[in-house]
């Protein structure tokens, strides 16, 4: 499991904090070389130790696991901020503000006493949540929307393997922070085009 395996949690914690710090941070006005050496400096403090723990164990108290498609979303923003590649496009990066939007709307006021429906519950091996996904990823894929897809895929297959501490799907597909994220690129327009650059 990746929360059981520190190689793997810290390289998560790590690509999340780069994320995050490279977002918030007016990074892309350096120079290149001031970019990388940002990003290596993020690495090692979250990496080095403080207090006998590494800096990724307080990251981790803090924010929880990432999801994993939060991971694919924070590796693609690091690479078409910092090295131009074009991992999504700009009509995916949309649909995927309102895909996230949707669903933490239905999941996390249902989940939390709004009605008597718990949403969360369908996480736990249900499999019409796993058809719904077969059928959004199809369709991902045949509008060629493949940066979504294969983000649908990879949460489908890490939540197979149990690869988080959680048995819920809900936990591998979205988090409070990821939601985050994706709505900072919708009220700040200047970080999607930062993306595209």
């Given at each position: 499991?990746?929360?059981?395996?520190?190689?793997?949690?810290?390289?998560?914690?790590t690509i999340a904090c780069i994320a995050w710090f490279t977002?918030?941070?007016p990074v892309n006005s350096l120079p290149h070389a001031g970019r990388v050496l940002v990003i290596v400096v993020?690495?090692?403090?979250?990496?080095?130790?403080?207090?006998d723990y590494p800096g990724w164990y307080y990251v981790r108290a803090i924010s929880g696991d990432s999801a994993v498609t939060a991971l694919l979303f924070y590796i693609a923003v690091i690479l078409q901020q910092h090295l131009s590649w074009q991992l999504?496009?700009?009509?995916?990066?949309?649909?995927?503000?309102w895909l996230v939007l949707a669903t933490a709307i239905l999941l996390y006021p249902l989940s939390l006493g709004l009605?008597?429906?718990d949403s969360y519950i369908l996480g736990y091996?249900?499999?019409?949540?796993?058809?719904?996904?077969?059928?959004?990823?199809?369709?991902?894929?045949?509008?060629q929307y493949y940066?979504?897809?294969?983000?649908?895929?990879?949460a489908v297959v890490a939540y197979s393997l149990q690869l988080l501490e959680s048995r819920n799907l809900w936990d591998y597909l979205i988090d409070p922070l990821f939601i985050v994220m994706v709505m900072l690129t919708w009220l700040r327009p200047?970080?999607?085009r930062r993306f595209a650059r």
């Open positions: 499991m990746i929360s059981a395996i520190p190689l793997l949690t810290a390289l998560a914690m977002l918030l941070l993020i690495a090692l403090l979250v990496i080095l130790p403080f207090a999504y496009r700009d009509n995916e990066l949309v649909l995927l503000r009605t008597q429906f091996s249900n499999p019409w949540l796993l058809v719904v996904l077969f059928i959004i990823t199809l369709f991902f894929w045949f509008r940066f979504l897809a294969v983000m649908v895929t990879v200047s970080l999607s």
